[in-house]
């Protein structure tokens, strides 16, 4: 493998992976002793380490820095992540996909992480593998796991011929509706008169937490900008077009090769297609002959060699145009192939391609020195020199922030590190989601003004509307509660809003209403409507959250749905009362469910397709160990 990628040659590693790498190292790691208290999960028998996982969760917390989640939230989406990669590699060993090192090389010599101005460096390469201590064959093996399983996720979804099939499908899922009957229990103009004071110093003394002053940070900071660095490279005619020639590769396009595809029953017709193909040279002729054995036939334009299809077949892009493949089987029938055409490489000119060329140029030499800046800054810092002596020495501009509490790049940065700590330089596209920024910036913290405990005559206001507010949420929940045990006793009894006063009536909501002490029923609002709602993701036409409206569409009918907040002070529950679903598809929203994007619609399937993995491959996760742990 080093000799397939030691021809490419040199981008220094600014501490990002690709995800298919990064979970590459993670799955190579861990402790493979098989004891059960280092087991966080096991799929189809397949166990799981806890170093594994501890691994995935530091990818997981740094990709989600700017956002709030909760260490229990962290945990689930990195479990997700390990169970789901543990099956998609079981179900690739078991169809026998396996993946090329040409291929390898390919995703290796790609990779960023693996460059050093701007092209991949042989030494970055094995300093990167001697740090996370890995050998080649580690990573290789667990590359490879991830690239097969990622061209199995591709098959499913890029199938044409099963296009149709799935998208009638979405189409009928996305489309359904659901005819409910929700009842709202409505309690924001419920008069609350009667609020003592001792009962407000209570829920100040209980809830400190919501009556806190917001901690603040005072900070300097160096900035980097990616685009200076680019104009002020000193780059001459003679420069560029030596990069063209050194480069030429990078700028031709691919060859690529066009397919006609069979999907066979079985292996019997199979074989009769692959030779009908080799002696007939007109395709549709055969795909016509053909159809009435369930044969499928779609013809695949311009596939460049890391295609799915070569995973499918390997040998397709070692043939000769005209060429036919023998049979060749998988989960989705037997396959055979028509290569019928085959579309060269082709060198783009200096002149077509200059301009790219010198900007790729310019980004190497502006990388190239803002390494160096930042090893010097770096030694600067480690040997004691103070920031702002740092900033004057290297001639950068030092920038000063006073009380800063926000989600900018800076802030966030300055909100992870200590009193007069320097953070290490860290690119703005780490911190934000602006991906394509690549400027660099580095922070040192110069006062922190803690948050604290405001006092109660400061906040009593705020305390009061607060309290007020929860009350009414209370009070809305409980009878939404109450209504919903009676209905669960008597369904045929919730039928209309006069229905609802009978129940009041009848003292089926006095316990709740004497408990709160509530002087003035009537300002409750109770409402029963019935209406149609669709899912979430065609549009909310319903007001309901998408929470709820979801738990809708997991209900079967005359089953009653939790109670949900309905809005600032009510809440309330729903009863499915039936399924609706179009009998005749509607053009323009048929278009759209074709037009949704590869993206959305590779996710719809292969939610489904792990959902169905899932049950071949059973997935026990040890909670016990996970909580221990991280409560």
């Given at each position: 493998m080093l000799?397939k990628?030691r021809?490419?040659a040199?981008?220094?590693l600014f501490?990002?992976?690709?995800?298919v790498?990064?979970?590459?190292?993670a799955?190579?790691?861990?402790?493979?002793?098989?004891n059960k208290?280092?087991e966080?999960?096991?799929v189809?028998?397949q166990?799981?380490e806890?170093q594994?996982f501890l691994?995935?969760?530091?990818?997981?917390?740094k990709e989600?820095?700017?956002?709030d989640l909760?260490?229990?939230q962290?945990n689930?989406?990195?479990i997700m992540?390990?169970t789901t990669q543990?099956?998609l590699e079981?179900?690739t060993r078991?169809l026998?996909?396996?993946?090329?090192?040409?291929?390898?090389?390919?995703?290796?010599r790609?990779?960023s992480?693996?460059?050093?101005n701007?092209?991949?460096d042989?030494?970055v390469?094995?300093k990167?593998?001697?740090?996370n201590n890995?050998s080649?064959e580690?990573?290789l093996?667990?590359l490879?796991?991830?690239?097969a399983?990622?061209?199995?996720?591709?098959?499913?979804?890029?199938?044409?011929?099963?296009?149709?099939i799935?998208n009638?499908?979405?189409?009928?899922?996305?489309?359904?509706k659901?005819?409910?009957?929700?009842?709202?229990?409505?309690?924001?103009?419920?008069?609350?008169?009667?609020?003592?004071e001792?009962?407000?110093?209570?829920?100040?003394?209980?809830?400190?937490?919501l009556?806190?002053?917001?901690?603040?940070?005072?900070y300097s900071?160096?900035?980097l900008?990616?685009?200076?660095?680019?104009k002020?490279?000193?780059v001459?005619?003679?420069?560029v077009?030596?990069d063209y020639?050194?480069?030429?590769?990078?700028?031709a396009l691919p060859?690529n090769?066009?397919?006609?595809?069979?999907?066979a029953?079985?292996?019997e017709v199979?074989?009769?297609l692959?030779?009908?193909?080799k002696?007939?040279?007109?395709?549709?002729l055969?795909?016509k002959n053909?159809?009435?054995?369930q044969?499928i036939n779609?013809n695949f334009?311009?596939?460049?060699s890391?295609?799915f299809?070569?995973?499918?077949?390997p040998?397709?892009?070692?043939l000769?145009?005209?060429?036919v493949?023998?049979a060749v089987?998988?989960?989705?029938?037997?396959?055979?192939f028509?290569?019928?055409?085959?579309h060269?490489?082709?060198?783009k000119?200096f002149?077509e391609v200059?301009?790219?060329?010198?900007n790729?140029?310019?980004q190497?030499?502006?990388e190239?020195q803002?390494?160096e800046?930042s090893?010097?800054?770096?030694?600067?810092?480690?040997?004691?020199?103070?920031f702002?002596?740092?900033?004057?020495?290297?001639?950068?501009t030092?920038s000063k922030v006073?009380?800063a509490?926000g989600?900018?790049?800076y802030?966030?940065?300055?909100?992870?590190?200590?009193?007069?700590?320097v953070?290490?330089?860290?690119?703005?596209?780490e911190?934000?989601?602006?991906?394509?920024?690549?400027?660099?910036f580095?922070v040192k913290?110069d006062?922190?003004i803690p948050?604290?405990?405001?006092?109660?005559?400061?906040v009593?206001?705020?305390i009061?509307?607060i309290?007020?507010?929860?009350l009414r949420r209370?009070i809305s929940?409980a009878?939404?509660?109450?209504?919903?045990?009676?209905?669960?006793?008597?369904?045929e009894?919730?039928?209309s809003n006069?229905?609802?006063?009978?129940?009041?009536?009848k003292?089926?909501?006095?316990e709740?209403i004497?408990?709160?002490?509530i002087?003035?029923p009537d300002?409750?609002?109770?409402?029963?409507t019935s209406k149609e709602?669709?899912?979430?993701?065609?549009g909310?036409n319903?007001?309901?959250?998408?929470?709820?409206?979801?738990?809708l569409f997991?209900?079967?009918i005359?089953k009653v749905?939790?109670v949900?907040?309905?809005?600032?002070?009510?809440?309330?529950?729903s009863i499915?009362r039936?399924?609706?679903i179009?009998?005749e598809?509607?053009?323009?929203?048929?278009?759209y469910?074709?037009?949704i994007?590869?993206?959305?619609?590779?996710?719809?399937?292969y939610?489904?397709?792990i959902?169905?993995l899932?049950?071949r491959?059973?997935?026990e996760i040890?909670?016990?160990?996970?909580?221990?742990?991280f409560?």
């Open positions: 000799e990628i021809k490419i040199h981008h220094y501490k990002i992976f690709f995800l790498l990064a979970v590459a190292f799955a190579s790691l861990g402790d493979s002793s098989g208290m280092h966080v999960a096991t189809g028998g166990k799981i806890l594994k691994q995935i969760k530091q990818e997981v917390k989600f820095a700017n956002q909760q260490s229990e962290i689930k989406i990195a992540r390990l543990a099956i079981q179900k078991d026998g996909i396996s993946v090329s090192q040409e291929v390898l090389a390919d995703y290796i790609n990779d992480s693996f460059h050093k701007g092209e991949f042989l030494e390469y094995k990167i593998l001697e740090l890995m080649e580690r990573l093996k667990s490879s796991n991830q690239v399983s990622k061209f199995l996720v591709d098959s499913l979804i890029v199938n044409l011929p099963l296009r149709g799935l009638d499908y979405l189409y009928d899922y996305l489309t359904e659901r005819s409910i009957s929700l009842l709202d229990v409505n309690t924001s103009k419920l008069t609350l008169s009667n609020i003592k001792d009962e407000l110093k209570d829920y100040y003394q209980k809830n400190q937490g009556f806190q002053s917001t901690e603040k940070r005072s900071y160096i900035a900008s990616m685009d200076e660095y680019k002020s490279a000193e001459t005619d003679a420069m077009y030596a020639e050194k480069n030429m590769l990078e700028y060859e090769r066009s397919f006609s595809h069979f999907v029953p079985n292996q199979a074989n009769k692959s030779q009908e193909l002696s007939q040279k007109d395709v549709e055969v795909a053909f159809a009435e054995h044969v779609e334009i311009n596939q460049p890391t295609s299809l070569a995973t499918v077949d040998s397709l892009f070692n000769k145009e005209g060429d493949t023998e089987k998988t989960d989705l029938g037997w396959h055979v028509k290569i019928t055409k085959i060269p490489r082709q060198y000119s002149a200059r301009s790219e060329v010198e790729n140029l310019r190497k030499i502006a190239q803002l390494y800046l090893k010097k800054i770096e030694d600067d810092i480690a040997s004691g020199a103070e702002n002596d740092v900033a004057i020495s290297n001639n950068l030092l006073q009380n509490n989600n900018d790049p802030t966030v940065v300055a909100f992870q590190i200590g009193l007069n700590e953070s290490e330089i860290i690119k703005v596209s911190v934000t989601l602006n991906q394509d920024n690549q400027d660099y580095i913290v006062e922190i948050s604290k405990l405001l006092e109660y005559s400061e009593k206001d705020k009061k509307d309290y007020i507010l929860q209370d929940s009878l939404a509660k109450d209504l919903r045990s009676y209905y669960q006793k008597k369904p009894g919730l039928i006069s229905v609802l006063n009978l129940v009041a009536v003292g089926i909501l006095k709740t004497d408990k709160y002490k002087l003035s300002d409750i609002k109770f409402s029963l709602i669709m899912r979430p993701i065609m909310n319903s007001n309901l959250s998408p929470v709820f409206a979801e738990e997991s209900l079967k005359g749905s939790t949900q907040a309905l809005g600032e002070a009510n809440y309330g529950f499915v039936g399924i609706v179009d009998s598809k509607d053009k323009q929203t048929y278009k469910v074709e037009s994007s590869d993206a959305n619609y590779r996710n719809e399937i939610d489904q397709y959902e169905d899932g049950k491959y059973p997935i040890n909670f016990e160990l996970i909580n221990s742990i409560e």
